[in-house]
């Protein structure tokens, strides 16, 4: 089972775009990343996933290296609702169950 | 469209107390799960049920432990007797089916044991 490593917090100025790192190292072939954020006294909301291709939707953009050992999750202009944990996930099994790790807590400053 | 629904918002109890959960998922959504979540840390799978069937639950403590969902919709997750380590926030999320990719959380609930 393929485990995520991040750092544990991060700052960015608002305006900005946030990149977000995530190492899979161990990730297989068919595994997809998964991105979900959590903002404070609110339940998780799933961002995005991916396999190999880059993704893009109306909330951020996920950047997944050739090799598939890293990606990076990137909110384009980042504004203060956005400071959040970020969590980067790679579920396992058939049934995609997610395992979550601390993630990265996100503060945009103004 | 309704997300997904949770009471209480908040719960204060004494220890050795019963206590219960309720959730009501997005119409239509087959599969339903209970999380765990302590203070810093991410959410802990309980239990996960497709329709009214528990597939998953081994990681929930059924010394004290107990969850149902009856008729596959709305689900009750209980405790008793709840201890001083049960003090965390209480999530259930639903998906359309197991391999769905997105998972919609309510906002669960905070329970303090004191």
């Known amino acids: 089972d393929a485990k995520t490593t991040q750092p544990p917090s991060m700052d960015c100025a608002e305006g900005r775009a946030a990149n977000l790192p995530c190492n899979h190292s161990?990730?297989?072939?068919?595994?997809?990343v998964y991105w979900y954020r959590q903002i404070h006294s609110q339940g998780p909301q799933y961002i995005i996933h991916?396999?190999?291709?880059?993704e893009t939707n109306e909330m951020a953009s996920l950047i997944i290296t050739e090799d598939r050992k890293s990606s990076t999750l990137i909110l384009p202009h980042a504004t203060l609702r956005d400071t959040a944990v970020y969590y980067c996930?790679?579920?396992?099994?058939?049934?995609?169950?997610?395992?979550w790790g601390a993630g990265t807590k996100l503060i945009i400053k103004p | 469209e309704a997300g997904v629904v949770q009471s209480p918002r908040y719960k204060i109890i004494e220890k050795k107390q019963p206590v219960a959960f309720w959730c009501n998922p997005i119409?239509?959504?087959?599969?339903l799960y209970w999380y765990l979540q302590n203070l810093g840390q991410g959410p802990e799978l309980l239990i996960r049920?497709?329709?009214?069937?528990?597939?998953?639950d081994s990681q929930l403590p059924k010394d004290r432990f107990s969850a149902e969902r009856l008729k596959g919709v709305d689900s009750t997750l209980k405790i008793q007797p709840a201890e001083l380590g049960d003090s965390a926030v209480y999530l259930c999320?639903?998906?359309?089916?197991?391999?769905?990719?997105?998972?919609?959380f309510g906002p669960g609930t905070r329970l303090t044991v004191l």
């Open positions: 996930i790679v579920p396992i099994g058939s049934n995609y169950q997610l395992i």
């Open positions: 999320a639903s998906s359309l089916g197991p391999g769905a990719y997105e998972q919609f």
């Open positions: 119409s239509g959504h087959n599969t």
């Open positions: 049920y497709e329709n009214e069937e528990a597939v998953d």
């Open positions: 161990t990730i297989s072939g068919n595994e997809y």
């Open positions: 991916g396999l190999k291709n880059n």
